[in-house]
Structures are given as C-alpha cells and as structure tokens.
Nanobody, 121 residues
Framework: VQLQASGGGLVQAGGSLRLSCQVSGGTFVQFGWFRQAPGKDREFVASITWTGIHPYYADSVKGRFTISSDNAKNTVYLQMNSLKPEDTAVHFC?????????????????WGQGTLVTVSS
C-alpha cells in the first residue's frame, strides 16, 4: 500500500496549488487530506469517498479548497485557491478501506508522506 503525495511548493498569498495523492497497492473507500503547521497538531483539511461523493471540508478551507478523485488515474487531488500564510503546513494524504463519515486521524488507516506547502505574505 502506497500513498504518494506531491504538488507542494512555495506560493504567494492569493495564489493556487494543486496537491496530488497517487494511490497504489490497495482498495480504499475514503480519502482525506490533513496538514500540520510548525509547532501545531495535525488537523483535518478535507475528505471524499473514492466515488467522488460526500466531500467534506474544514471550516478554515471551505470555499477555497476542492477535493476530488480520479478513479482512472488512482489519484486524489486537493485544489487550493486563495492561499493564505496560515495555510503553510506539511500536507498529508490518508485513506481507509471503510467509510466512517468521520474526519479524525483515527478514521484513516493508511498515510502517505507529507508535501510541504509554504505561502508567503
């Protein structure tokens, strides 16, 4: 099982980035993105089912970020628009074989490595 996150980088405030999470070696039902800023706990960002339904967002990113899945490419995306300096964090993709409808770290059993997003003011 492998979740490979990519797409992070340095962007100015107001800019956009698209993160990708390539999934291989397993069958999953739900996917999520989490992030961890320096000195802070890891927090939920967004989640979606493999069929692309039930997208759910943290209040802090609602209206700016969009999560989506592409079954043909085995990839989950996080489109991030109107980025703010407070979005600066290592972003992680996560997955689970069951749909829980919950959004805590414990609801996701598989994790990829993080990709760093830095938003300058």
């Amino acid at each position: 099982v492998q979740l490979q996150a990519s797409g992070g980088g340095l962007v100015q405030a107001g800019g956009s980035l698209r993160l990708s999470c390539q999934v291989s070696g397993g069958t999953f039902v739900q996917f999520g993105w989490f992030r961890q800023a320096p000195g802070k706990d890891r927090e939920f960002v967004a989640s979606i089912t493999w069929t692309g339904i039930h997208p759910y967002y943290a209040d802090s990113v609602k209206g700016r970020f969009t999560i989506s899945s592409d079954n043909a490419k085995n990839t989950v995306y996080l489109q991030m628009n109107s980025l703010k300096p407070e979005d600066t964090a290592v972003h992680f993709c996560a997955a689970d074989r069951y749909y829980s409808g919950n959004h805590s770290q414990a609801d996701f059993g598989s994790w990829g490595q993080g990709t760093l997003v830095t938003v300058s003011s």
